[in-house]
Nanobody, 124 residues
Framework: QVQLVESGGGLVQAGDSLRLSCAASGRTFSSSAMGWFRQAPGMEREFVAAISCSDGTKYYADSLKGRLTISRDNTKNTVYLQMNSLKPEDTAVYYC?????????????????WGQGTQVTVSS
């Protein structure tokens, strides 16, 4: 089992930045690809970013590329999502997910463990 706990969400203004964190415990974090997803009210959950366990491969949603940076610190069992130039349409619950696979993936079905989510609200 893997437990994931997100933090760092909150209410910000358009143009601000946020860094989300996801602390993992339970399974060897360094051998798990990690991802971030988000779900806006009334919308399906969508892929945001992913990072492989060790070779640094990263994927981003095309619509968000350039404003996000995903990173991980295997010594702290934590994955981060830096979000810049936030827009009201970024308002959503952001979820961290862990995969049993080493390789980063955009596919939600490839993730085996999920956090409870952290709310990000961007006001205009």
């Amino acid at each position: 089992q893997v437990q994931l706990v997100e933090s760092g969400g909150g209410l910000v203004q358009a143009g601000d930045s946020l860094r989300l964190s996801c602390a993992a415990s339970g399974r060897t974090f360094s051998s798990s690809a990690m991802g971030w997803f988000r779900q806006a009210p009334g919308m399906e959950r969508e892929f945001v970013a992913a990072i492989s366990c060790s070779d640094g491969t990263k994927y981003y949603a095309d619509s968000l590329k350039g404003r996000l940076t995903i990173s991980r610190d295997n010594t702290k069992n934590t994955v981060y999502l830096q979000m810049n130039s936030l827009k009201p349409e970024d308002t959503a619950v952001y979820y961290c997910a862990a995969s049993r696979s080493y390789s980063a993936t955009r596919e939600e079905g490839n993730y085996d463990y999920w956090g409870q989510g952290t709310q990000v609200t961007v006001s205009s």
